[in-house]
């Protein structure tokens, strides 16, 4: 697997890009692989350890690349199931990427033709997220910048080459690194390190929905009310021209984001009943975008209807529940019930034992508070 065939996006469940006309399918690319994504799709993380497991332990992994496409897979759902140390020792594991063990040219025989690195980028993610798992945060900090750095140089290189499509690969691998060192500072309230990061990238043409929407709330967080609002203009703006920016989002979610973007300003003006609608338009067009549906139940909750803010979401978890159910929407809804029940234990246990049944494997369960 080259690293123009592989990523991982921001949830890390993605290990493949779509595959190159080199491979015909999953499979092609190594053994029983779109078993191993659809797997890592449904959050069937334990699953995937064991399918990793019998591979190893037969011969199945012929070819150098297998092994490390087995191992990103392996090394993420350790990191799911938050088996952060397993997941360095499978990291420990390795030699420096740019060792010649894991060029195509070293093997001729086996590769004809092929060169550079059969590194999987998601890899390269693992390295850098892993540590901070295991609260070596300036590691895993330091480890970022210097994906940033590799991914720029492979960005240069096949602009030199008027590779277009590779260009692309790259330049979103680019927005994605940048949007977790973003995300690692923002988590630790160092805003104007976040502020710096978005504007340089956008002054590198990296004129984004999605990452200037980020501006505009981070904008929101040191209290420049004006300058988020025209981050989030421009955002509507880019929906009215057309300008999609990677084209990572559809037209509906590029909608969404917009009307997402206008409820923030409403929240930080208390007007909730606005919010609410701006959120209803997006419910309206997608039912499974779980951010709005969580923000119109904090919303009505604000505006004291207790009881329709835990019909949003108690609906949301039956509707969508592959979709909705996530930590935050569920720690929201346990809230709401010790809000509004005496008897919220039981309901809670009630909730509990659903999740148990339906929830994928690195689903944290004490987030329901029993």
Not at 182 to 199: N, P
Not at 319 to 338: D, F, G, I, W
């Amino acid at each position: 697997m080259s690293e123009s065939q592989a990523t991982t996006d921001e949830t890390g469940t993605r290990i493949m890009d779509p595959l190159t006309n080199n491979f015909g399918s999953l499979n092609d690319l190594a053994p029983e692989l779109a078993s191993l994504q659809d797997l890592a799709t449904r959050g069937s993380w334990r699953s995937i350890l064991d399918k990793v497991s019998h591979a190893r332990s037969h011969p199945l992994l012929t070819q150098p690349h297998h092994h490390l496409t087995y191992l990103a897979y392996n090394t993420l759902a350790l990191m799911k199931l938050r088996r952060f140390a397993d997941a360095q020792l499978e990291l420990d594991s390795l030699e420096d990427f740019n060792s010649s063990t894991y060029r195509y040219e070293t093997y001729p025989r086996i590769y004809p033709n092929r060169t550079g690195s059969m590194v999987p980028f998601s890899l390269r993610w693992l390295h850098a997220v892993v540590p901070i798992k295991l609260a070596n945060r300036q590691v895993g900090l330091d480890r970022f910048y210097e994906l940033l750095d590799f991914v720029r140089g492979k960005l240069e290189e096949k602009r030199g080459e008027n590779l277009e499509a590779s260009v692309n690969v790259w330049k979103k691998r680019e927005i994605f690194v940048m949007n977790c060192l973003i995300g690692q500072h923002l988590s630790c309230k160092e805003f104007t390190v976040c502020l710096d990061l978005i504007r340089e990238l956008i002054n590198r043409g990296g004129l984004d929905p999605v990452l200037l929407s980020k501006l505009g709330y981070i904008q929101m967080q040191v209290g420049d009310l004006e300058g988020s609002k025209n981050s989030f203009i421009e955002v509507e703006e880019m929906l009215k021209e057309g300008k999609f920016g990677d084209g990572s989002l559809s037209e509906v979610q590029f909608k969404n984001l917009v009307n997402r973007n206008k409820a923030l300003i409403y929240l930080v003006g208390k007007d909730y009943v606005s919010a609410v609608r701006e959120y209803e338009e997006c419910i309206e067009r997608d039912y499974s975008d779980v951010v709005a549906l969580n923000n119109k139940a904090l919303c009505l909750m604000y505006l004291r209807d207790l009881s329709d803010s835990i019909k949003v979401l108690e609906n949301a978890l039956e509707r969508v529940p592959t979709v909705a159910l996530n930590e935050t929407l569920v720690v929201n809804l346990c809230s709401m019930y010790e809000l509004a029940y005496v008897n919220h234990s039981d309901i809670k246990r009630t909730l509990s034992s659903w999740i148990a049944r339906v929830a994928p494997h690195d689903f944290d369960s004490s987030c329901t508070r029993i």
